[in-house]
């Protein structure tokens, strides 16, 4: 009996809707870009002949550091509605450090020296331990720096050369060594 029941796929789906259409009313980031929504994951009902008590979506919010997370989930609240529990999984803050900040400047010159090309500040849109780890040590100045393809990332195909990995020894060693120097 359908007609009886409130169907909470048919409500999930309008609201994976409304989210496709969420927009972040903040600037980008000039070097991290825009904060991104992504609805990975959709479940809900237990058979085709009963009406489902229950959805669950699944989704992955990227902020920038203009952003507060309070009020972001406050965003998704009220357009979501009071029938929808938001429960947080993974609530980190993004990672950033300035582009002049001297260890930014000594990775890059490593990095340059090792692979005899110019390095230059980017953007890692992907999770990190440096999300846990950064703010567990103060705040240091972090760069996430490894020999893998930006374009492989979280592929099933993911895959890295070894001279990749070979230059970024060579990188991590005279980083480090300029660190216990300075």
Known sequence: MPERGVNA???AARAVLDLADLRFEVA???LL???TLNVGTFAGGLNVNSVPDEAVIGIDIRTIPAQRHAQVRAQLASLLGPEVDLLPIVDLEG????????FVERVLQAVSAVTGEPARPGSATYFTDASVLTPAYGGVPTVVLGPGEMA???QTDEWCS???????VEAYLRIARGWCEA
């Open 33 to 35: 870009g825009a904060p």
């Open 28 to 30: 980008p980031d000039p």
């Open 152 to 154: 492989l990332c979280h």
């Open 162 to 168: 070894a001279a990749r990995i070979e230059q970024a």
């Open 9 to 11: 796929v048919v409500k």
């Open 95 to 102: 990672v950033r450090t300035k582009e002049d900040d001297p």
